[in-house]
């Protein structure tokens, strides 16, 4: 029955897919910006630009919801995967405008990777949403969410050695505290793209 509905469910598939390419674009546009925080408004517009292309995708998700029959999956974990990408955008939209709230004028190496890791993730997860559709292999979606989990736990060690390495060596208390509020946004951008894989291992686990 769920594969024979498959063909009318495209959409929702196309809308997915839509939305985990946003989250790559503004992962990768959050990631240009730290390399190169002298300039930083132009990426920062991109960026917002990027969220609100994918607070349009989530209203299209909620209104196909709407007028579907047949989801392709129970309409809470369709809820749960796209507001799940939405929060990542939101969350890089936030990291990009504290950059330029703060005027940080230089971030260290490991904000830098801290934002290459969210990168990463954000494309195992678009290879992951993009097997949703024929879910032809299971295990190798599986694995997928598997590297974003292993991503996140590279991330806490860059976290945790890049406050100490703060605290230790950072003199300007006012640079101290927007470095550690970057680090933190950086850090939790990981956390969210582990709620998505964990979002699409349920669908996984139940469709696949």
Known sequence: MRRALRPRDKRFFALFNRHAELCVAGLRALTQLLANVKDPDG????????????????????????????????????????????????????????????????????????????????????????ALERMSSPRAILALCAEVDSIEAQADHVMRAAMSKLFREEPDARQLVKLKAIYEVLESLTDKCKDVANRVESIVLKYG
Not at 68 to 96: H, I, S
Not at 121 to 128: C, E, F, R, T, V
């Open 43 to 130: 990426r920062v517009r991109d960026i917002e630009a990027i969220e609100k292309r994918g607070d349009s995708v989530v209203d299209e998700v909620r209104s196909a919801l709407e007028r579907a029959l047949f989801p392709p999956f129970a309409r809470v974990l369709v809820f749960e995967l796209v507001n799940g990408m939405d929060d990542v955008l939101d969350l890089t939209e936030d990291a990009a405008q504290s950059v330029h709230l703060y005027h940080i004028t230089h971030v260290t190496a490991d904000a830098v990777r801290l934002a290459e890791l969210a990168l990463d993730s954000a494309l195992k997860l678009q290879s992951a949403i993009a």
